[in-house]
């Protein structure tokens, strides 16, 4: 650049720079030994498509971040987004492709399960019209290959029935983890979507269709591979949180799946609680207060761990956070205890009715209890 005006960077831009057409969004959780062949192999397939890598890595202990960012020093296309103190698959790809200027944004696996050589068909379908297009292993000419175990065939097989019953369109791999969509559709149902969880596809179907703006789905087939490098994160609280995602859709939205989750924990608690007592009571031949308090505390605590783990696993508390936050949950289920009784009480003595006035108290403490601490234990 001969003296640095305005104009000399824009006109030698004009002559190098071609944007991209496509952004390959890549989610990353302990995938060292993955990311630069699935570069090459991505490389490759898309020839002279101008396109872009984005690796979205929630701070792996592997160090995947450090290896993405030699990476980018040898190829100008890719880049590396680190998050910090926060993991999810479904929100990684909702971050990567807010952060990219391409039209259209393809999500693929780090672990070279997915079939990189379909993304120009794949693209291809997107210019010919499709809002989506799904990499498919169910589709005609696809398949799960060795990429599934027996159990976790059954398993999808399962996922995919429920599925099928919120989608409201055929989509024949709706689990799939592989999919290409124009960045214009996936950023408008970003904002609605349910940030933890790893079923971020159907999650789009079935939010776009909501929102009044169905997407127009084409399916490419592939034969799903086995993984290369490191291990699969998937884990029964997947499962659980795919669950809630179901149920919140099933609801029409109108539950968010983190209070189906936290009173799902509520409810195991109860169960937690009444043993606890019975335990202080009979075993320990403890007082009735002596054992209702004990029971209290430990059925709060089972809560707290539990909601940390799983329905705020994305945001889960560590090290000294736990204390405080333990702590500060206790403390906002005390005051629902209190909102519990009161509301109850006026209820009763309004309409003397024992059940309904019991259950109001219970609902109001519940959703209580959860807006505030999700607004202060887990912000
Ligand atoms: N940033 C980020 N944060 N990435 C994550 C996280 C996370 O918390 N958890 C997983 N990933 C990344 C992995 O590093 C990998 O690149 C990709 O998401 C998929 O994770 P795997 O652990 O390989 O999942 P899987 O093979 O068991 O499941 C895949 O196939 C399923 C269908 O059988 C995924 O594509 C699923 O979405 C899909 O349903
Ligand atoms: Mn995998």
Same mark, same amino acid.
């Given at each position: 650049m001969s003296n640095g005006s305005l104009e000399d960077v824009r006109v030698e831009t004009a002559q190098t720079f071609r944007p991209p057409q496509l952004a390959v969004i890549v989610p990353s959780y302990n995938e060292r030994d993955n990311v630069e062949l699935l570069y090459e192999k991505v490389a490759v397939a898309l020839g002279d498509t101008p396109w872009e890598m984005i690796v979205v890595d929630d701070d792996s202990p592997d160090g995947t971040a450090d290896v993405v960012n030699e990476l980018s020093r040898v190829y100008a296309n890719i880049r590396c987004l680190r998050r910090f103190g926060r993991r999810g698959l479904a929100s990684a790809c909702v971050e990567g492709m807010a952060?990219?200027?391409?039209?259209y944004v393809a999500v693929i696996d780090a $672990?070279?399960?997915?079939?990189?050589?379909i993304l120009p068909l794949m693209l291809a379908e997107a210019l010919s019209g499709a809002d989506l297009v799904v990499g498919s292993r169910?589709?005609?000419?696809g398949s799960a290959g060795d990429g599934l175990s027996a159990t976790r065939l059954s398993g999808s097989n399962f996922a995919n029935k429920l599925a099928g019953m919120i989608a409201g369109q055929a989509v024949s791999?709706?689990?799939?983890g592989f999919f290409l969509i124009r960045r214009e559709a996936a950023l408008a149902a970003a904002p609605k979507l349910?940030? $933890?969880?790893?079923?971020i596809l159907i999650d789009l179907i079935v939010t776009s269709a909501r929102m009044g703006k169905p997407l127009e789905i084409a399916e490419v087939p592939y034969t799903f591979r086995p993984r290369h490098a490191g291990e699969s994160k998937m884990n029964p609280l997947v499962v659980i949180q795919y669950l809630g995602l179901w149920f919140s859709k099933m609801t029409g939205g109108a539950l968010p799946p983190s209070f189906l989750l936290f009173g799902l924990v509520g409810g195991t608690g109860v169960v937690v609680h009444l043993l606890t007592l019975g335990f202080f009571t009979?075993?320990?031949?403890?007082g009735f207060v002596v054992s209702q308090i004990a029971a209290t505390l430990i059925a709060m605590a089972w809560n707290f761990v539990l909601n940390n783990n799983l329905t705020y696993a994305d945001r889960k508390l560590k090290g000294p956070k736990l204390i405080t936050g333990f702590l500060s949950f206790c403390a906002i289920c005390a005051l629902g205890g209190i909102a519990n009784i009161s509301v109850a009480n006026a209820i009763y003595q309004w309409d003397h009715q024992t059940f309904i006035a019991g259950l109001s108290g219970a609902i109001m403490s519940s959703v209580f209890n959860y807006a505030v601490t999700r607004a202060f234990t887990w912000k």
């Open positions: 952060v990219t200027a391409a039209p $672990d070279l399960q997915h079939d990189e050589s169910f589709a005609e000419g791999d709706p689990m799939s349910a940030s $933890d969880g790893f079923k009979s075993v320990l031949a403890q």
